[in-house]
């Protein structure tokens, strides 16, 4: 899913590089990052992404960050949500990719599923794109909230893989992070056809 996901984010990357009022963060799941095990854990993520993109913390952050730092106290998920509806009126559109939700713990998957309803309801100037395998309660969701979905088959997108993994090697080749010789199209088709193969659709 992280292949769909940095082509998303490239994209709209690429059609806001020089716009500062717009705001592109990102979430990706899986059983290494604690950070994001509960919905709150998203949210600050998604908080503390909005803040870097600012040249100056809003008066109300820091007011927020003097509470809660200062003692054991954690902020509950209301609190969370209107500082992140406070940020995000710092720009035109704030773009949030959660990637691989169905990595989350299923018990909190609903629990994300219903902020990200009702973070785009409260402010239509955000948008959501989320990825993620087949599962029931997901399907379920976006079928019960009229969500449009893009559903993609491993099958029609192993093309689309070779291409992004020869454009990756070729940039890491220029920028010297890849010590192989240009010329060297051999050991460049191997390395192409090894990591296409493992990377199984996704």
Not at 21 to 30: G, S
Not at 50 to 57: F, G, H, I, P, Y
Not at 172 to 201: F, H, W
Request: net charge negative; with cysteine.
């Amino acid at each position: 899913m992280v292949h769909f996901s940095a082509i998303v984010i490239d994209h709209i990357s690429n059609l806001y590089a020089v716009d500062d009022d717009t705001a592109i963060v990102f979430a990706y799941y899986n059983y290494q990052n604690p950070n994001l095990e509960n919905t709150e854990g998203l949210l600050g993520n998604i908080i503390k992404q909005l803040c870097w993109k600012l040249e100056e913390v809003p008066t109300d952050l820091l007011t927020f960050y003097r509470t809660y730092s200062s003692n054991a106290r954690n902020p509950g998920l209301e609190k969370l949500k209107e500082i992140f509806l406070s940020l995000c009126k710092h720009f035109k559109q704030t773009f949030i990719v959660i990637d691989a939700l169905d990595e989350c713990k299923a018990t909190e998957r609903t629990k994300i599923l219903h902020l990200t309803t009702v973070l785009c309801q409260s402010l239509p100037s955000v948008k959501i794109f989320i990825t993620s395998r087949k599962e029931r309660d997901l399907e379920a969701w976006f079928s019960r909230n009229a969500t449009p979905v893009i559903e993609v088959e491993a099958v029609k997108v192993d093309e689309d893989i070779k291409a992004y993994v020869i454009s990756e090697l070729d940039h890491r080749i220029d920028d010297n992070l890849l010590r192989i010789e240009p010329t060297n199209q051999v050991l460049k088709a191997k390395i192409v056809d090894t990591l296409s193969e493992k990377a199984e659709g996704m």
